[in-house]
């Protein structure tokens, strides 16, 4: 049984969760080239952000992340997540947490819709954002540098509702 935890903005909770980050297949399915350790510490950091673990029972460190950033009651912000093992992938051990960490972003945060931004070819992530409701929005063309080629940006959008 998978469960969701807040992390504290401490060292001991985050840097765990950067390094994983920061792994090739991490790194270049959320990230460009450019993203490196001092940019994830500010983004992570950041007043504006709240990140959840997530977690399995008997299993002290997350096997991966949500979290978000640009969080301002009544407002939109931006979704990221990551499974940080290719075997935890595609098993669906983040479906059943979506429902809790939204009414916690909702009731906490009063927050009334969410953006996700995917790397174009990234389908796993789309086909998950879409079966959690997200619309697709929009495409940034050439908007990213990884690995060392410019992609494209697809923008997704979800109405949480609340208040």
């Known amino acids: 049984m998978a469960g969701i935890k807040k992390l504290e903005k401490k060292p001991e909770h985050l840097t765990y969760v950067i390094h994983n980050l920061l792994k090739p297949d991490c790194r270049y399915s959320m990230f460009d080239d450019m993203v490196g350790w001092n940019d994830l510490v500010a983004l992570l950091y950041s007043p504006g952000t709240v990140v959840y673990g997530l977690f399995e029972k008997g299993r002290p460190t997350p096997f991966g992340v949500v979290f978000f950033t640009d969080v301002n009651p009544y407002r939109s912000c931006c979704l990221w997540a990551c499974i940080f093992n290719k075997e935890d992938r595609g098993k669906g ?39 959690l409701g997200f619309k697709f929005v929009g495409k940034k063309e050439e908007y990213m540098f990884v690995k060392g080629k410019y992609v494209d940006l697809l923008e997704f959008y979800l109405v949480l509702g609340g208040e």
Do not use: C, Q
């Open 93 to 131: 051990k983040i479906k059943p947490l979506v429902d809790l960490i939204k009414a916690d972003m909702v009731n906490t945060y009063k927050l009334h819709s969410v953006v996700s931004r995917v790397i174009d070819g990234n389908e796993a992530s789309i086909k998950f954002l879409k079966s």
